[in-house]
């Protein structure tokens, strides 16, 4: 099968080294989610979650260390903007812990250097973290079973994995990056995996049609489905790049420009069409050829009935 590929087409040799990257990733993927595991934000874990404000600029750092002076338990602090800052907080286990909160709110509102004004304050159950996670999971598992549902019906069976494939290379991928990198997973990058599912479903459908199609047109030609399948991407990569390309300006300014709320959304988004357009050509339309797609597979089944008044004279 090596031997194939490499005495193939260029753009054969490419989807090949193409699926061997991908595999390779999703390994990496897999064995840095069972190590690192993800960061839950508070809308899983629970906690309290305090928005403020500063009359004058202050580093983070620097904010940071005063906070810690005033505060018992773990916290995570974040800037939203000029002078705007976010702290995240376990939940409380015990008296003191809950006191704590209180202890370093009067110590930034009361500092002359820092002269906080608190915005919002929070709190967030674990137990309405846990039913968050247990429904976004559920709506997860719920997107792929329509998926898998619909390719079925649509796609001969090996292009129909083949896409499922991809689909599933692409989430994995995308929850991998967020544990390598420890970014926060909340709510938003949930919706943001949903979002991905349909952006490459939609690319594996593209690219999947135009192979049926080129397979049903070549059904008598002596033309291999290598050559069919470079044939199907390249007259759709056009389309694709276009198309995955306005997506990623669109969501690199949301990125870049709607601050801090949105960054872990534009991220997911933005890797994800990534992988999502590689998996579509490396994936979707080189694991079915892997798997014996043939023009064959397309051949109308004629009864030995119908064959026979077919026959005659």
Not at 213 to 228: D, Q, T
Not at 265 to 283: K, M, N, P
């Amino acid at each position: 099968m090596l031997n194939y590929f490499l005495k193939g087409e260029t753009g054969t040799r490419m989807r090949f080294i193409g699926l061997v990257l991908s595999t390779v990733l999703v390994l990496l993927s897999v064995v840095t989610l069972a190590q690192k595991g993800l960061n839950f934000g508070l809308d899983f874990t629970g906690g309290y979650l305090t928005e403020f404000t500063t009359s004058q600029s202050i580093e983070l750092k620097q904010l940071k260390t005063f906070i810690a002076k005033n505060h018992n338990g773990e916290f995570e602090l974040t800037a939203q903007g000029n002078n705007h800052f976010q702290l995240r907080e376990a939940p409380a286990i015990n008296q003191s812990a809950s006191n704590s909160s209180n202890d370093w709110q009067s110590a930034v509102t009361q500092s002359t250097d820092i002269n906080a004004t608190v915005l919002s304050s929070a709190y967030i159950g674990s137990q309405v973290g846990d039913e968050l996670f247990e429904q976004g999971c559920l709506a997860l598992l719920a997107a792929m079973v329509a998926v898998m549902l619909y390719l079925a019906i649509r796609f001969e069976w090996r292009l129909a994995l083949g896409s499922v494939v991809a689909l599933t290379h692409d989430l994995i991928l995308v929850l991998g990056l967020f544990s390598l990198l420890q970014l926060e997973f909340n709510l938003t990058i949930l919706a943001s995996l949903l979002a991905i599912i349909g952006y490459s479903l939609n690319d594996s459908i593209i690219v999947g049609d135009r192979v049926r199609e080129l397979l049903r047109v070549k059904l008598n030609a002596s033309i291999s489905v290598s050559s069919i399948i470079n044939s199907a991407i390249k007259s759709t990569l056009t389309r694709t790049l276009i198309t995955s390309g306005t997506t990623l300006a669109t969501v690199a300014s949301v990125w870049l420009l709607a601050g801090t709320p949105l960054q872990g959304f534009a991220i997911a988004l933005f890797s994800g069409i990534v992988v999502g357009t590689f998996s579509s050509v490396c994936i979707a339309a080189t694991l079915p050829e892997l798997m014996g797609l043939s023009a064959k597979n397309y051949e109308v089944k004629i009864d030995s009935q119908s064959q026979a008044l077919m026959d005659m004279p």
